[in-house]
């Protein structure tokens, strides 16, 4: 036999191969075009994953809804490029790393700052993008000749161009400043990098003595240590109470330090004394107050949070070993006059979880403002769109309020800032080329700077430097804007956001004089243009089948892998399309999942009738480019109502489907394929032409080979409209289709398909309809009656249209088969006030039967009914009357006893009364 599909549906064989065969065959190389080319694109970024990552849930979810937009764009005939690769990601792969050279007792200071990253490479090399081998397995039709590693030489150079630029307009600056310290991870962290967490905790008030006074200036501090470097104590200038003491300085207990007393806006009078400490070296307020002021900045702290020589006698104590010891003194010494309990906002290290410490350092900076402001004009203006629109108002809140980026990280493993430092006149020379002298005095004593990039950093610039830039190539001319990018929430700021301000700077070619009036129309196309994509799309959250974040902590965790195996990826895929309602988080529910599988199934059931009929009849599926690149359904004969009503619903279906694509409304597009795929299709359409498909007719082109013909057209447009969603079932039938010789390489390939308005028949749709309700009803009025399903029973009709009693007298043989009809007779007057008859706006039908029983075989029955419900009751009791049961039962398990008990009672009551009715002995 030809077309043989296996016996059972079994994924895991199918869809390896398949995955093998798309990345072996290149199928989804998106190839430079030349120039004059006219196609549209359709481009996109995956978000880069970490390289030392592993696939979990969100980006199961993230990938299966670009590769549903990707495969149908491919479809659609657009020059479809998905742009694959992963990110160096600094400090997670470095801890990876530092972790295994902990196992072998050494660290990277045994090894070197050059050791170090050639371990890293070879770790690299040896597990780094795994992550990319599971994202085959899902199915990803990424550009697999386009992989890129943010740590590629084009791509570093690519990142050292920009912050030279950046350097030369004077966008980058160094500057010490009060960075969120993590003694553990030892280097600056972001704000985003910090988690804030309530915890209780104390408030500490503590006494000043004012200098030439007996009088003491109460402040309160939730870290008492830092007043090791306190610089100053501030007062607001309103509050009446402090008037006499402008001027005055108090003097720093402990440390016996006079300090001034400040007027400053930092003092609330509302708040607790109104008086308040300011370490300009340990708190980023204290520190805005100190540059206001003049204020010496003296930091207490090293790198490890452990005291310096700074603090005194206190130098060498952990911090929170010197808070304790601090309060003793101060206790001791008689400042500290009270300790109240307080809910502090406790920032912690998003990695390594320990309390971060506000510190101040040398860093380096990303002058924002400038790059801010494009950033929100291109949004504001609508050049960028977001989906769902809520997140246009986030971005831009955020993008108000922004801050200069901390640059610098005190890594190894990153792009090192390209910044020499002169041994001699310490001059920094920052430059595109190795320099080998100082840029002022000429020394050849110059050492580069040891901090790398944030990882962000190079990831806010992939969409152009992944297209060759900073060379002026192809790719970017044909790629750049990208169209989407589909990402979650949790990234927006991290990562959106700073692609949108760096790819509105890079990207914006610089203007050219004009004349006039001609400027403003030249300058924002150039805007709209230097956007690194078009369209924003933010997924929700998969969350477990409670509604509950997975977590590793409550265990909830689903691995994507191990659910694909289980069920397979289409099936996995289709869970994920089903529920992602744009806005709304996703409860994954394996259950879900296994109804998918079923799906799938029945696909494969449906797919292996077909190839029987076709190898009986001897139909065959020609594969001319014609059946490849048609969009809608070829070789289709309409001889039929159920013809005419298939081809019309495909047709609005793919519609909607199309239309549902285009704002992102996955779930509808699935749903509507699923409903038509199995409820329509496989349930009422293959059902129907059954009888065609074994007519006897002879000759070429009979009724069964036109009706065989319809079935295989129609089953090519179905795959191909859900390809996207489940692109490895719809391959594997769609070469069996072609016997194995397809007119393209793979129904990736083919064309998607789209609604044709002349297929649209709504009068065969509102006559189907009729008949499918019709033919429901005689089945739900059989089921009433116990009706055999072998035995056929006559129907009375009644219906005052003649029109639908037309539509009834054509398709009687349907209606006699599908329903185990023998005879319709049509009646004139209504059948709504027959018992037993079903009344609708359109028809009124009623089942001829005569009930007969088997009296002797019914008592017989019942006698049995009775004798099993008799027993199960009288257990059920001696049980509820057991002492030791009712001890030990759990209280749930003795109610659902007493439950069923009850009902036994009542059901043993029935079958006694109903032996009495029927008079069994
Ligand atoms: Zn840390
Ligand atoms: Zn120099």
Redesign the pocket.
Known sequence: MPHELPKAYEPGAIETRWADYWKNEKLFHAPTPPEGHVRNVFSLLLPPPNVTGRLHMGHMLNQTEMDIIVRWHRMRGDLTLWLPGTDHAGIATQMMVERQLRSEGKSRRDLGREAFIQRVWCWRKQYGGAILDQMKRLGASVDWQREYFTMDDNLSRAVREVFVRLYEQELIYRGKYIVNWCPDCGTAISDLEVKHEEVPGKLYEIRYPVVGSKEFITVATTRPETMLGDTAVAVNAKDERYAHLHGKKVVLPLMNREIPIILDELANPEFGTGAVKVTPAHDPNDFQAGLRHNLPQIDVMDERAHLNENAGPYAGLDRFAARKRVLEDLEAQGFLVGTKDYTISLGKCDRSGTVVEPRLSEQWFVKIEPLAKRAIEVVEKGYIHFTPDNYKQIYLNWMYNIHDWCISRQLWWGHRIPAWR?G??K?ITVARETPTK?S??G?AQIEQESDVLDTWFSSALLPFTSLGWPEGTRDLEVFYPTSLLITGFDILFFWVARMIMMGCWFMMPPEKPMRAGEKSKSHEEALRNSVPFREVYIHALVRDAERQKMSKTKGNVLDPIEVIEKYGTDATRFTLAAMAAPGTDIAFNPNRTEGYRNFANKIWNAARFMFMSMDRLGVTRAPSPATAGTTGVSGFTTATLEDRWILSRFNGVAGYVNEALETYRFHEAANRIYDFFWGEFCDWYIELIKPRLMSEEAGRQNAAQIACNNLVSLFDASLRLLHPVMPFITEEIWHAIYDGKPPLQSIAMAAYPQADQKQIDLESETHMVVLQDLIVSIRNLRAELKIEPKLKTPIQVYTHEPEIRSVIEQNRGAIERQASVEQINFVETSLAKLPGARHTARFDVHVVYEQKIDIAAECERLKKEQERLGKALTSGQSRLENETFLAKAPTDVVEGLRKQVRENEVLLEKTISKRKELGCP
């Open positions: 002169c001699d006149c001059e100082c002022k005095c020394s």
